[in-house]
């Protein structure tokens, strides 16, 4: 029988990098290669661009990691900084990926380190709440939330060389 952690690690690990065994792309894999054009690029107005995507995530693992240090962070702080507009070079734009890719793997670490009670623990996740949910429970929905963003990055790549 497959352990929690082993299942949560592997969730987390298989969204980040891609395996041999593989179907789905992973996120490192997804951004590879990808410009600072072509990730604030749009294919129509109040759609979302890869940037924004790449923020996003940044945005709400950052929310798990400080949860988990036990400093819940505030949700509307949050909802109100997210998906805002993007701009900046192509140093700005690696510095993005370069985060969120190394926050990826600091939470893969931490999961890592972690044993089966301390997946079952139940967390605060949002300040002011008072609604718990068990650590498993949020990394494997942020490995799923992660994977869903990948296959937008994808979508969106393909739409601008025209092959969607």
Do not use: C, N
């Not at 300040?127 to 979508?155: C, E, F, M, N």
Request: neutral net charge.
């Amino acid at each position: 029988m497959i352990s929690v952690k082993d299942l949560v690690t592997d969730q987390l690990e298989t969204t980040l990098v891609k395996q041999a065994w593989q179907a789905q792309p992973s996120l490192s894999e997804a951004l590879a290669g990808v410009t600072a054009v072509e990730a604030a690029w749009k294919p129509a107005p109040g759609r979302h661009a890869i940037w924004q995507i790449v923020r996003h995530l940044i945005l709400w693992k950052r929310g798990i990691m400080q949860a988990l240090d036990g400093d819940p962070p505030d949700r509307a702080a949050l909802e109100q900084t997210d998906w805002q507009e993007t701009s900046g070079d192509e140093r700005a734009w690696q510095a993005d990926v370069d985060t969120l890719l190394r926050l990826s793997r600091d939470l893969l670490e931490r999961a890592r380190a972690m044993d089966d009670q301390a997946f079952s623990r139940q967390v605060v996740w949002y300040r002011g709440w008072t609604k718990t949910q068990p650590v498993a429970v949020r990394l494997l929905r942020r490995a799923a939330h992660d994977s869903y963003h990948v296959g937008q990055i994808r979508l969106l790549r393909a739409l601008q060389q025209g092959s969607a």
